[in-house]
């Protein structure tokens, strides 16, 4: 991970807490679980902290309360975006770990074995590069499982739209990395973009459904 | 909520569980939170299950395990799902609580309340019909606000590419409901294709990222 320069105002921790928003019990916690770099001791207990503890504190927050990403997949992501030994292409598994659901559905039955044989075959069709043992079809198997466990088949047959809409979203999100051309700002777009990009996505899901229910559904109402 | 008919074979609590795969202690946890219907009393400490319980069980993993929901908002998509007052847009409300996070980002500030503004003007530009009090403006306002605090705002850019693929997809789920004609049914897919669509789109992302990673930035490693 890097150590944050120090470079700048420097300021103790209640000054960094009001600075960047944070409580100091929770600064504390967040050294303690080695998000944030310490301070530059000064006395016995006593600490001073730079502009870029206030950028790491923001940082932490958007993937805690933004990203909704575990302690433990935002100490990941920190500890990736500071190295430098990864292609972009590398550190997606590092993003894709983030934002894995740490849920865990039986995948002990023959029901998700079939729903895994499913998954497989439907990124197979498609000619779609992913590693055999990628977290996401397991991923795709448990929700294609959990639809007919629920007796929701029929949503399955949306499968195409879905992973149509996901695959040009995908080249657009690529594309805009690839466009900043300066490796380690490519590092920090993977990453930001795939663990922001999918709280971007749902909020602008619900908005989307809200309103093509109203136009399709509010007017069959009044009608 | 609906009471789970009886019907076909009766089981003790063990049955169910083996039936269900969900262990015993984990039923009668859900038992005391109201999520599953009590069993028919037979005698002290004894009551029977049947087959409406096993189903009941199978929904409730597959909101919590697949669809990522707490156990207060499980139990109210499954009351959403037992009445029959509802109309398929007023029940969106329902399913749209269950999916939305439980995070809570700073919201008292005059970033986040800019943020809001330009979540509102984007809804507004795109004429889309969505209540102005949605909570889904408010996490659209959350990701622009954290993509400004982590100096990622160029992930904006791909605002419209995110909408447009949006709309797409609300556009067939909701004409996919519709086909379905019955009421009762309209009603439970709009509430499984919310809770679970967008577990399954997280999937399908991820997959194609990537794909997509692998085609263009794979292909710019070996050059």
């Known amino acids: ?3 944050p320069t120090t470079e700048g105002q420097q300021m103790r921790i209640g000054e960094l807490s009001r600075r960047s928003g944070v409580a100091v019990p929770t600064i504390k916690y967040y050294l303690r679980e080695g998000l944030l770099e310490p301070g530059v001791t000064r006395a016995a207990n006593q600490a001073d902290y730079g502009d870029a503890h206030v950028k790491r504190l923001r940082l932490i927050r958007a993937l805690l309360d933004v990203g909704g990403v575990s ?5 990941d992501v920190i500890a990736a975006l500071g190295r430098t030994d990864l292609e972009p292409h590398d550190l997606l598994g590092v993003a894709h770990h983030a934002v894995s659901p740490t849920r865990h559905p039986d995948r002990d039955t023959d029901a998700w074995r079939d729903a895994r044989a499913a998954a497989d075959q439907f990124v197979a069709e498609r000619g779609w590069r992913v590693e055999s043992n990628a977290p996401a ?3 795709l198997a448990d929700v294609i ?3 007919h466990t629920v007796n929701a088949p029929e949503i399955l047959t949306e499968l195409d739209a879905y992973a ?6 995908a080249e657009v999100e690529v594309d805009n990395v690839i466009a900043r051309g300066e490796p380690v700002r490519m590092l920090e777009l993977v990453v930001l973009g795939t663990v922001l990009g999918e709280a971007l996505f749902a909020a602008l899901r619900l908005l989307a459904h809200e309103h093509a229910s109203m136009v399709r559904l509010g007017a069959r109402m009044i009608r």
């Open 145 to 147: 499982a959990a639809l």
């Open 137 to 139: 079809r397991d991923q």
């Open 71 to 75: 302690i433990s997949a935002a100490r």
């Open 164 to 169: 149509a809409s996901a695959l040009s979203l």
């Open 1 to 3: 991970m890097a150590v």
